[in-house]
């Protein structure tokens, strides 16, 4: 696992990053804090669908997206599922896999960001995304793409990959982004 | 442009021919590759070029190369892609 040195030297080196950028605070003692983005995505009910998940299934018909201005307030009822994202797009190279988490705070209070699918693997592009599920009894409000709201672990792959694939992974897959990545150090 | 193996090194970038949907996300597109058993995942749709999806050779291998694809695969996003599945262009 990488500790807050690592994580530093791996952001500086551009080896992982996050678009927007994340500030040094961001960096704890062992783990990334991400913040929650601002799409959110609700699982339409329908009587009697049945969806089979594990085939190719279209699923736009059967959601519902809400785009929520920056500091806009995302509120998540008691039992209530929705899916959420990070605002940060994260790039990991080819030797570094990683896993997302709650913060225990939020926890406390029913909070839980993913469903069982908290392993990202190496070479993994994008934002994260959230599986927001409210266990507790109150209503939880957010500050959409403000608001601290997971964070991410780094796990060092075991065999360290090819050179090349680790460095098209940490680079290539940012390059169409409409704004290039701002490397430090 | 059609794969070759030999012209092909790892690090490459390629492009997978394969059935592309919406997601659940506006900015996100599902992918689903027709190889055994098939792979599914979703992916930011800056990674998806028509009927392709982007990936990166991870080894080059006897009947084809096994690729690193973007975004969360459902399975595992290192596959093996036979050569007919794979271009080194997106609108080959």
Known sequence: ?185 | MQTSKTKTKIGDVVYVTAKITNGMFPSEKYFRVATNPPIAGYVTDNQVFGNKVRAIVAEVVRDGLIVALPGEASRNNLIRVPLSLLSQRANA
């Open chain 1, 1 to 185: 696992m990488l500790a807050r040195q690592d994580l530093l030297r791996a952001w500086k080196r551009g080896e992982i990053s996050f678009q927007p950028n994340i500030s040094p605070d961001q960096i704890s003692l062992s783990s990334i804090d991400l913040r929650l983005g601002r799409i959110f995505t609700k699982l339409k009910a329908h009587k009697g669908l049945v969806v089979r998940p594990a085939q190719a299934f279209d699923p736009s018909n059967f959601v519902k997206n809400t785009t929520l201005p920056p500091g806009g307030i995302f509120k998540l009822r008691p039992k209530e599922f929705q899916l959420g994202q990070t605002l940060e797009r994260i790039t990991l190279p080819a030797n570094l896999a990683a896993h997302i988490h709650g913060r225990s705070s939020l926890a406390r209070s029913g909070l839980a960001v993913h469903a069982t699918a908290p392993h990202i693997h190496p070479g993994f592009y994008g934002p994260i995304t959230l599986e927001l599920f409210n266990y507790g009894e109150w209503d939880l409000e957010f500050s959409a793409g403000k608001d601290v709201i997971c964070q991410l672990i780094l796990w060092e792959v075991k065999t360290p990959p090819q050179k090349s694939l680790i460095k098209s992974m940490s680079g290539y897959r940012g390059q169409e982004e409409p704004f290039p990545k701002k490397r430090k150090g």
